[in-house]
Nanobody, 125 residues
Framework: QVQLVESGGGLVQAGGSLRLSCKASGRTFSLYAMAWFRQAPGKERDVVAAIKSNRDFTYHEDSVKGRFTISRDNAKDTVYLQMNSLKPEDTAVYYC??????????????????WGQGTQVTVSS
């Protein structure tokens, strides 16, 4: 069992920055593919960014490319999402998720095995 705890959300003005962190419990964090999802009111939960275990493979959704960066520190069992140049449309609850290997051809979409509780990000105009 893996527990994921997000932190770093909050209220920021447009153009500002936030860094989300997701701390994982367990001894096998380095094996998991990790992802950040977000869900705005009335919308589906969509993947924003994802990273495989070896950090060589990352994915960033088109609307956040050049603004958001996913990274991980396997020694700290933590995945990060650095968010710069934030826009009001980035407002959502952000969730951290973990997927056991094998990741399959659907990655970064598809099934994730563990989820965090979510952290609210609000960007004011």
């Amino acid at each position: 069992q893996v527990q994921l705890v997000e932190s770093g959300g909050g209220l920021v003005q447009a153009g500002g920055s936030l860094r989300l962190s997701c701390k994982a419990s367990g001894r096998t964090f380095s094996l998991y593919a990790m992802a950040w999802f977000r869900q705005a009111p009335g919308k589906e939960r969509d993947v924003v960014a994802a990273i495989k275990s070896n950090r060589d493979f990352t994915y960033h959704e088109d609307s956040v490319k050049g603004r958001f960066t996913i990274s991980r520190d396997n020694a700290k069992d933590t995945v990060y999402l650095q968010m710069n140049s934030l826009k009001p449309e980035d407002t959502a609850v952000y969730y951290c998720a973990a997927r056991r290997p094998p990741y399959g051809t659907s990655w970064p979409n598809g099934r994730y095995d563990y989820w965090g509780q979510g952290t609210q990000v609000t960007v004011s105009s």
